[in-house]
């Protein structure tokens, strides 16, 4: 890596565009997404359009207009896509939510939606704060220990007496009072930067020691020591939660990570080596992972849960167009607005609602892979690389588990899903995302200088 | 470190293809196969909430959809349950649409049917509700009725059909059951209404009358084995056929004796005609020998055993059976052994003899309209077979008659019109049990109406009771019936 300092420029002087005014535009498209999906779901189910209606719009509009303003005053030159897309995804899962809460029999909302729309406004808001309080990316660096002390901590929390709470056979959950959270949402951020942290430092030793075989660079036995600790990390988080999909996502977010810091095909290797050995493991000794096994192979298999049935029944349902907003019945799937909610979507907006999600969430990952590639610190690549493959990852394993691609885990969609957690975990990826986008992309001669972390960069550099 | 993240993005690249693989092979490929699915509940409250179409006797529904208050919109009523419970079916939230016609043409009902492509098409552009097809039926619901009523609450079953078109006039199967308990939205009293029915060992929810374990035929199968001989060219009706007082079975001890200990003739050497007559269980065994299972296979098969039929709800082929040895082959000639027939089979053979021995197809569903009541089906009679000859025909049209005029059927008989008829009496099991049958047709000189009925044995062991006794008094109900159509 090669220090970067202000050059002087010559002749010409370039304008670097910051992309707001266009980020505008397509938040105004997806706000208007996202306000018509409303007026139809109402129109389709209600027959009327409330007045609690335009209240949500009203705010979700704020909201996202909110974002936008800091982004204009704190990270002027920040990707002009990730907000646009994270807004338009995080209002269709407001009105999908909506939709379901608006079952027949029971009209009038529910409150999940309000729920999750107060939730929107604290994770957006949460946002604004990482953007306004960290305005370079790279200190979260001094904090590479610390934020894995606290990965293992919000991982471990559900674990206590008292507060910790078992739900659906997974222990995730916290509750104090009335107030329950998911902390293994935030865990994941926190072990992206101790992991981005921890690899920039190391990937000398990871990936130029070590002796060949067959073709590949092996790591010498004591530079392992990283990997055995992730994998057991997530072995711990299978055995002692119950939770696979977390599992998964931990260890294909190290794996993916230590991959792009040491660029050896070898740790792939070791890794999906290592997840095989521990799936199988996994299978031969847990009846819940043999049933999601069995049910994966067949979803209509006697004395089993009928979940994934009846979700790949609604997908049916919804055929190539879907049966339109309001007009499927996307609640008889258990948790059709949480971890089922993509089978709601594909119910009622269809093959082609569907593919246009993907698409979103693909090009929100393309974004958080394009700012990886233009940062210029490689901590930055790291933890870039790390938060949008988490996001690519969750929504392969959530969304494959529904339509079988693989075994179902029980995982948040990214920005769709009801819960509180996830949202406030997902918008402090995108925060993430747009600060390190912001300082890839700004012009030189507005880059800012610390010397406190020019130094240490330059320090490294000379190692 | 941008080689590695370029590569990442091909495997994130990849991952997203294969979910859009997968939603595609779900939502486009299997999503039919998904949709039919039994138990699939959006399909179902779908078909709820259509106008579900009516099925029509004379005009007069027995079975149509309501309006309700309830979430489910539309209930199915059954207006005469205990008549027609078999050939509606039944049409339950919970269970789908089940048995007779509500399963077999579920999808003209439903309106889901290609042929409503149109109408569908229509509904939309012009904003009406969706709605399903109505059937208009060939029962003749006074011949429907007097086969209900004559059964009563005997089990068994009974057919009738127009020998001419093949129009099915009459199925009934007892025991029967009230299919308004399956289609009602009080869902748990559903349940257990649809338990009991399935855990009834009097199995109400078989139709008889095309299904079920099937029924040995007992003496009604004589009529294929005379139609065998008459068809051989080598006999005639006066053709004498050895018939003593008991036939030994080839290769066995075991000897067989007539119905009641009876003589068929006093010379032991009765003719076809006679051994039709009387039922000469000896002459039928010792000529099953003489035909050999070929050609009573052939026979068989040409009244229509062994093929598949749908009426439109599938009938079970009837069964010659194969690999027989000379005893059974004796056995199978007056319908024992592993013979085994539904009743519409044994009305066909009836009816094809009627028809100058051609075989018509049966058929339920004599008219679809569509919701605007334009008729979109409309069936046509066919011809599935020629059984046999003109000449055959007419010969066993002749003994049927003096079966009925002098034999064992004669209370089947009718005032002023000449009724054809066989009895049978089917031993079953080892006890001696036996159901009674009659089938035959009327007049018998202008064949309108061919029956087969069937009375299950009340008991486990022999009561006394003969197709000529049981079976041949309803059959004369439904013939009385059908002839004054």
Known sequence: MTATSPTPSTVTSLTVRSGRTIELLLLVLAVGIVALAYVAVNLTVVGE????????????????????????????????LLLPLATLLNGLGLVMIHRIDLVPGQLGTSGVASRQLIWTGLAMAMAAVVLVLLRDHRVLRRYTYIAMALGFVLLLLPMLPVIGET??????????????????????????????????????????????????????????GPILVAWSLSVLILVLQ????????????????????????????????????????????????????????????????????????????????GAGLGNGYPYITYYANSDYIVASFGEE??????????????????????????????????????????????????????????????????????????????WIIVALLLRISDAARRPISERRQDPSIDAAERAEALR | MNTPVRRLALVVFAMFTALLL????????????????????????????????????????????????????????????????????????????????????????????????YQRLSDVVTGKPASGASLELTIDPAVQAAAVEALGERRGAAVALDPRTGEILAMVSRPGFDPNAL???????????????????ASPLTNRAIGGDLYPPGSTFKLVLAAAALESGEYEPDTELEGGLTYTLPGTETTLPNFGGAACDPEDRPTLAESVQVSCNTSFAWLAGELGDDAIREQAEAFGFGEPLEVPMSVTPSIYPDELDDAQLALTGIGQFEVRETPMQVAMISAAIANEGVVMTPYLVEEVRNSDLEVIESAEPRTRARAVSGQTADELTDMMELVVQQGSGQAAALPDVPVAGKTGTAEFGDSGAAHAWFTGFAPADDPQIAVAVIVESATDNWAGETGGQVAA???????DAGVQR
């Not at chain 1, 930067?193 to 036995?221: E, H, I, K, N």
């Open chain 1, 349 to 426: 907006l269809g093959m082609v609602g569907l593919f246009a999600l993907l698409m979103l969430y693909a090009l929100l990952v393309e974004r958080g892979l394009r700012t990886a590639i233009g940062s210029r610190d490689g901590f930055g690549k790291l933890l870039a690389v790390g938060l949008s493959f988490t996001v690519a990852l969750q929504v392969f394993v959530i969304v494959g588990g529904i339509t079988r691609v693989i075994p179902l885990t029980g995982l948040t969609t990214p920005f769709l899903s009801a819960g509180g957690s996830s949202l406030l975990a997902n």
């Open chain 1, 242 to 321: 119950r939770d696979l999909g977390s599992s998964l996502l931990f260890f294909g977010l190290f794996v993916a990570m230590l991959y792009v810091a040491t660029e050896r095909t070898s740790w792939i290797v070791i890794g999906l080596t290592l997840f095989a050995s521990g799936a199988v493991l996994a299978w031969r000794l847990f009846s819940h992972v043999q049933s999601r096994v069995t049910l994966w192979l067949d979803p209509f298999a006697p004395d089993q849960s009928d979940q994934v049935a009846k979700g790949l029944m609604g997908l049916a349902h919804g055929g190539i167009f």
């Open chain 1, 49 to 80: 359009l409330p007045t609690h209606v335009w209240w949500h719009v009203a705010v979700f509009a704020a909201l996202a207009g909110g974002l936008h303003l800091v982004l204009r005053l704190r990270a002027r030159y920040a990707d002009p």
């Open chain 2, 183 to 201: 289609s009602s939205h009080r869902l748990s009293a559903v349940d257990e209404a649809y338990t009991a029915l399935v855990e009834d060992p």
């Open chain 2, 473 to 479: 008094p309803i059959a004369r109900a439904m013939l």
């Open chain 1, 167 to 224: 739900v659906n056979g997974s222990r995730l959950w916290i509750r104090i009072g009335p107030f329950s959270f998911q902390p293994g949402e935030l865990a994941k951020i926190a072990v992206a930067v101790f992991f981005a942290g921890y690899l920039v430092s190391t990937r000398d030793a990871l990936s130029l020691v070590g002796r060949r075989v067959l073709g590949l660079q092996f790591p010498r036995a004591r530079d392992l």
């Open chain 2, 22 to 117: 997968s939603t595609t092979w779900i939502q486009f490929v299997q999503a039919d196969d998904l949709r039919d699915r039994a138990g699939n509940r959006r399909t179902l409250i779908e078909n709820y909430s259509r106008d579900r179409g009516a099925i029509l006797v004379d005009g007069t529904p027995i079975a149509s959809s309501e309006p309700t208050d309830d979430e489910l919109e539309w209930l199915r009523r059954y207006q005469q349950p205990s008549r027609y419970a078999h050939v509606t079916g039944y049409y339950s939230f919970t269970y789908g649409a089940g048995l007779g016609l509500e399963r077999a043409e579920d999808s003209l009902l439903a309106g889901t049917d290609d042929s409503l492509f």
